[in-house]
């Protein structure tokens, strides 16, 4: 890549396709094939990705692009990432509910990227039990 992709909380789609050079609708297709690739969506309904869904897809493309692997391929590839990366204060026998909802990401992630994912699981579960 020639430029650095700029610091920003969330990205849209058309940035997200300038930055990784894939097309907005592979982009939306890779959604349906790739269940770690869930961006957020504004109240218009826009995508909206975070720097870690951007990583997570310019590793796919390289996978998918560059390394020839199939969409099977590189979905195994990415469950298969070992399990040092569990962050080290989940253990995944003894983990609470709300652990069990981020585990599944964390073999698809860095442990910094899954820790904020479980933090951002814990913080939308607080937000859902105070409403009324």
Request: charged share 35%; aromatic share 6%.
């Given at each position: 890549m020639d430029f650095q992709i700029p610091e920003k909380l969330y990205y849209k789609i058309?940035?997200?396709?300038?930055?990784?050079?894939?097309?907005?609708h592979v982009l939306r297709y890779w959604e349906t094939e790739f269940n770690t690739i869930r961006p957020n969506k504004s109240r218009s309904n826009q995508r909206l990705y975070r720097r870690q869904d951007v990583d997570l897809i310019l590793h796919l493309k390289d996978l998918l692009y560059n390394q020839g692997f199939t969409i099977a391929g590189a979905r195994k590839k990415l469950r298969e990432k070992p399990a040092k990366n569990v962050v080290e204060d989940v253990d995944p026998s003894t983990a609470k509910a709300d652990d069990q909802l981020a585990l599944p990401l964390?073999?698809?992630?860095?442990?910094?990227?899954?820790?904020?994912?479980?933090?951002?699981?814990?913080?939308?579960?607080?937000?859902?039990?105070?409403?009324?």
């Open positions: 058309g940035e997200v396709a300038k930055f990784t050079g894939v097309k907005t964390a073999g698809a992630c860095d442990p910094k990227i899954f820790k904020e994912l479980r933090q951002d699981i814990l913080r939308l579960k607080k937000s859902l039990e105070t409403k009324p």
